[in-house]
T-cell receptor, first 114, second 111 residues
């Protein structure tokens, strides 16, 4: 596709449920990033993939959060036992390589935990 | 203390005004400095990036970095209503991919 695609655009889930958020990066981009943006805040780094491997997962808040990128393209962010505090916009970005400063963002998935 | 501080605004200016947006930071390892624009319910889009100290100009936009003061600025000349958005400063250190964002400043340009 022409840009970074994230699905779903909106997700409402009940507290305690499991959710998966999908990111389809720009074709050929080897670097992929997940961020979380709470209302009135800037994006907060969660995890960075270079190819299939998570090169930096230091931003994942706890072990309920996990992300995969099995074939080096599409990535899935998985949240177990969701809590109301997980409500935020989850942004995905991709870039050509680790030395490329320009990352392109998707429109995000707005997650609401009720 | 946050690594990156940015006044959230909102900042309201008349069309045609010069806008000054600023961020301060505490991590002296930051070497790459970016400004993103984010429209409501959209992802951030990169406006400009600067490596180390200095100025960079692109059309109506000028980015300045003063590493000695740990202070960065974005100037918008001849502001337009279409510039109304949230402006996020962002920065990272060399060799790392983690980007640290400010909270964003909401700008409104009034026709």
């Amino acid at each position: 596709g022409a840009g970074v695609s994230q699905t779903p655009s909106n997700k409402v889930t009940e507290k305690g449920k499991y959710v998966e958020l999908r990111c389809d990066p720009i074709s050929g981009h080897t670097a992929l990033y997940w961020y979380r943006q709470s209302l009135g805040q800037g994006p907060e780094f969660l995890i960075y993939f270079q190819g299939t491997g998570a090169a930096d997962d230091s931003g994942l808040p706890n072990d309920r959060f996990f992300a995969v990128r099995p074939e080096g393209s599409v990535s899935t962010l998985k949240i177990q036992r969701t809590e109301r505090g997980d409500s935020a916009v989850y942004l995905c970005a991709s870039s050509l390589g680790h030395s490329n400063t320009e990352a392109f963002f998707g429109q995000g998935t707005r997650l609401t935990v009720v | 203390q946050k690594e990156v501080e940015q006044d959230p605004g909102p900042l309201s200016v008349p069309e045609g005004a010069i806008v000054s947006l600023n961020c301060t930071y505490s991590n002296s390892a930051f070497q790459y400095f970016m400004w993103y624009r984010q429209y409501s319910r959209k992802g951030p889009e990169l406006l400009m990036y600067t490596y180390s100290s200095g100025n960079k100009e692109d059309g109506r936009f000028t980015a300045q970095v003063d590493k000695s003061s740990k202070y960065i600025s974005l100037f918008i000349r001849d502001s337009q209503p279409s510039d109304s958005a949230t402006y996020l400063c962002a920065m990272k250190s060399g060799g790392y991919q983690k980007v640290t964002f400010g909270t964003g400043t909401k700008l409104q340009v009034i026709p």
